[in-house]
């Protein structure tokens, strides 16, 4: 159980944009590894928020504070403006209300980091033009066996962002092999797998 | 033998030691003094050559020193016996584990029913009222008289939770890890209520007589045995005991009238007899209204302390907990986080109640397991 793994390679990016000593959010946080490498390499402090019992045994094991809530119902457990950077990793696709769980984000942050898997990337639309729901390695789920419940694809979401008022201070877009792309490539919404938005309540 | 077990702690003696003396008195948050105050407790386990393996269990309301193995001649073992011993979550082959029957209680520490040495009967209710701190200031005198610093942790269910979360908010340089368990920060009107009732079985029992029925050679039966029924049931869930009972009969065929008709009837009465033989009223008036009057984050600056030193905690509720219900945890949680102290809560889905503390459901047990395997991993 040592921390010392490499971090999984979008995590390891997120990490990468969260300041030493801060104090962070992890909505989704898993098995903890991202707080765990926080707390031990970058001195910062925080909480993980996780309800799959086996993924929290583990950051329980780990030394990561973490708790059990519901993030459609019960973000109001946090107070306003009490974590530097609050981080909903790859896990929007799998909530149910992400509008209210992006304002509470805001509420309670003062920047959010934001990944997602994109369901507007050429390959899915060439996989939905041949009449199959999108798989890739970003979205390896059959539709009868998938945790995602929303689906969104790049512009869409960031039509949320403006809605909600959060201002987006990076967009960082990744290639279906997990390799950086442009940072305002116009065409990303097509070319880009994945994102990473950081984000600020405007 | 059931002390053969390689799970158990083995056979167990409860040790008693006097921690305060007439002389030097325990002094109490009112600012009253109480002296001689003795204190039952037991070991379990090693103390480390470092001292830095120590963990105190705390007692819930009618619990006691005895919280593992076995007392000589006993068959049935202590009250946490699931959670104590080689393998077991507190495992004692790694943790050195102590467990003490707190003051105001009935078991060996010294409390209302105790003689007063100045007049050589029985305090009854000239015994001050506690509050939740004098628990942890006689705790502390043990830790101290055992020798040891600091402790790893400490934990404890229901009222035992409430004296961990006073210790760890007053002395936060007492101990690293804080395991709070179906317990409360603040009772709400219900719980109040039901504690009401109780001590008015007990106090109205004609055999109660202000209090000196030691004195007088009575007992509240009838009161005592009545409160523990009615309490009984705020600690189960509906289901466990529609599931354990139903609407059995009690023997061959009901035949309607006013005595024990159903099985849940002989249950209870079964409960509230068993308990005459272990507890005493007036420790259960006294302890009950420690609980009802514990509201520490009242105190806006409670949390002062632990910001400076930040000890790590565990808060767990159950979900079918209807006595102390996740909303209280979830308060404990909230005040916690909020502080920006390091704080784990798990809800733990469990049929059976409030008692689910005291069993050893698999989600529950291996929570704790992480949790203290990684404090003693990262030490004092």
Not at chain 2, 45 to 52: E, F, H, I, N, Q
């Amino acid at each position: 159980m040592s921390v010392d793994n490499p971090l999984r390679s979008d995590l390891a990016f997120v990490a990468h944009l969260i300041e030493r000593g801060t104090r962070v959010l992890d909505l989704g946080c898993g098995t903890g590894e991202l707080l765990a490498h926080l707390i031990g390499a970058k001195a910062c402090h925080g909480t993980g928020v996780e309800i799959d019992p086996d993924a929290v045994l583990t950051a329980i094991r780990r030394g990561v504070p973490v708790i059990e809530l519901d993030l459609d119902s019960q973000m109001a457990e946090f107070a306003d403006d009490s974590y530097d950077t609050v981080v909903l990793s790859r896990t929007i696709q799998t909530i149910r209300q992400p509008r209210l769980v992006l304002s509470e984000m805001a509420r309670v942050g003062h920047r959010l980091i934001v990944s997602i898997p994109n369901f507007g990337w050429w390959g899915n639309r060439l996989r939905l033009l041949r009449g199959r729901m999108p798989m890739s390695t970003d979205l390896p789920y059959s539709w009868y066996d998938t945790p995602n419940l929303r689906f969104t694809t790049l512009a869409e979401l960031e039509e949320l962002f403006a809605e909600i008022g959060l201002r987006m201070e990076q967009r960082i877009t990744f290639n279906s092999k997990g390799v950086l792309s442009g940072r305002n490539d116009p065409l990303s919404n097509l070319m880009a797998s994945s994102a990473v938005y950081v984000l600020v309540p405007a | 033998m059931p002390h053969r077990d390689p799970g158990s702690v083995g056979v167990v003696e409860t040790q008693t030691v006097r921690l305060f003396s007439d002389d030097q008195p325990l002094v109490l948050a009112d600012g009253s003094t109480l002296g001689p105050v003795d204190v039952a407790y037991e070991t379990y386990g090693t103390l480390s050559d470092a001292r830095d393996n120590a963990v105190f269990v705390c007692h819930a309301l009618t619990g006691d020193a005895h919280a593992a193995g076995y007392a000589p001649g006993a068959i049935r073992p202590g009250w946490w016996d699931n959670l104590i011993g080689p393998g077991r979550p507190l495992d004692t082959d790694r943790f050195f584990v102590i467990s003490a029957n707190l003051l105001g209680g009935c078991q060996g520490t010294t409390g209302p029913s105790t003689l007063n040495p100045d007049t050589g009967r029985a305090y009854g209710l000239s015994f001050p009222l506690l509050q939740m701190s004098d628990f942890v200031t006689v705790h502390r005198a043990l830790v101290q008289h055992l020798g040891i610093a600091r402790l790893l942790a400490a934990v404890g269910g229901s009222l035992g939770g409430m004296q961990v979360l006073e210790w760890a908010t007053s002395h936060p340089d007492d101990l690293a890890n804080a395991v709070v368990v179906a317990a409360s920060s603040r009772l709400n009107a219900q719980n109040i209520a039901f504690s009401a009732v109780a001590r008015k079985a007990i106090m109205s029992d004609p055999d109660f007589r202000d209090g000196d029925y030691a004195e007088l050679g009575v007992n509240p039966d009838r009161g005592l045995a009545t409160a523990r029924m009615m309490a009984h049931i705020t600690y189960v869930s509906e289901d466990a005991l529609s599931a354990k009972f139903g609407r059995t009969p009690q023997g061959e065929a009901i035949r309607p009238g006013f005595d024990v008709d159903f099985a849940v009837e002989s249950y209870l009465d079964h409960q509230g007899e068993a308990f005459l033989g272990r507890f005493d009223a007036l420790s259960y008036l006294y302890l009950t209204r420690v609980m009802d009057y514990f509201d520490p984050f009242a105190d806006t600056s409670a949390l002062a302390g632990l910001a400076k030193r930040p000890v790590k905690f565990l808060v767990v509720s159950f979900d079918s907990d209807w006595r102390f219900s996740t909303q209280h945890s979830r308060r404990i949680v909230r005040h916690l986080e909020r502080a920006q102290l390091p704080v784990t809560f798990r809800e733990i889905k469990s049929p059976w109640g409030h008692d689910s503390f005291l069993l050893d459901g698999a989600q529950y047990h291996a929570t704790l397991t992480a949790f203290f395997d990684r404090a003693l991993e990262e030490g004092l």
